[in-house]
């Protein structure tokens, strides 16, 4: 059985260049994405061409300077861009919104001689990157990481193993948060390290239940030689650094949580249209119906919601309470959505026959990663209540 193809969100968009991106990313999706997802999924190929692809066509720096090789465009557009792309592959989708996340600490603490030594073949899609923050002993509570670094000359001396790295083993760089001083927040700083640096080493990835073309693995650092001159920021600034990544990489979450959701009443829709039962297609039974209906509000919301955040970012006014709330929403909604959708689709839903199932146990995924979802409570709690 086959299902249409998905009909278009209907987007406001600030510019002619966004809508142009827009248009480009859905054209890349159809020809370079949809067709091999599923088989490269369920063979748990990495798809590291994909990335150069979108590398040249400038969709792996879209809300970087232009002067370092970036497109120069809000977060409002560059989220809009990353949904499209998890729409079409979440594997790929999140693999943007890590990207993205690892330039972060360079683009936004780094001084200008790392940024123009550095950024551009960062942002230039020939490198990939990866975030190093949770450990095997320190995910939730970031601020108990044990990877030490060591200043000895010229030279970190870095020890240690980091845990549930997105492009771990196959990253060209990076940022990682060690352990410079003191116990707790104040002793963290923020190293950029390249792929091939001598002395670190990734292990077999791990075998996930979806994302299995987006390969995760552990860190391990043993004595590795990382120059002084690779800091960025000052020594002890790392958690401040984190944090303010964590913000924005919510964001990308919340998109591509949203990505995937609309993924998933697309097809539910388009088989609810053509699925006949009792001489009539199953979309005219008011339960079904309504099942679409509320898939499609919480959409709606969960995409409102984060480009309301994105739109404070871009402002720049505070948004981390916003981005916590709309990585809550967006990703518990997506989890109901695709959970819907396989219901939607009965018996087929529970089979490889059609993504919804695929789309299900990713979505998983999305209420765990960047801070679980219990995480995002607490930090719009302590918003709230804080004086």
Known sequence: MTTSPAKAVDRQLPSEEARELLSLTRDLVQRELQPRAAQDEAAGRFPREVFRTLGEAGLLSLPYEERYG??????????????????????VGLGVSVHTLSCHALATFGTEEQRDRWLPGMLSGEQL???CLSEPQSG?????????????????????????????????????????????????????????????????????MGMKSSPTA?????GARVSRDRLVGAEGQGFQIALAAL???????????????????????????TRRQFGRPIADFQGLSFMLADMATQIEAGRSLYLSAARRRDAGLAFSKEAAMAKLFCTDAAMRVTTDAVQVLGG???????????????????????????????????HLTKG
């Open 70 to 91: 970036g497109g120069d465009q809000p977060y409002e557009v560059y989220l809009q861009v990353l949904e499209e792309l998890a729409a079409g592959w979440l594997a």
């Open 129 to 131: 990157g990866a975030y």
């Open 140 to 208: 939730s509570d970031a601020a108990a990481l044990r990877t030490r670094a060591d200043l000895d000359g010229e030279e970190y001396v870095v020890s240690g193993t980091k845990a549930w790295i997105t492009h771990g083993g196959r990253a060209d760089f990076y940022s990682a948060l060690v352990r410079t001083g003191e116990e707790g927040a104040r002793g963290i700083s923020c190293l950029l390290v390249p792929g091939d640096q001598p002395g670190l080493s990734a292990a077999p990835p791990e075998q996930k």
């Open 218 to 222: 552990q860190l391990h650092f043993d």
């Open 247 to 273: 913000d924005s990489g919510r964001l990308g979450i919340a998109a591509c949580a949203t990505g995937v959701a609309q993924a998933a009443l697309d097809l539910a829709v388009d088989y609810a249209r």
């Open 348 to 382: 087929y839903g529970y089979t490889q026959d059609f993504p919804a199932e695929r789309f299900m146990r990713e979505a998983k995924v999305l209420q765990i990663v960047e801070g679980t979802n219990q995480i995002q409570r607490l930090v719009i709690g302590r």
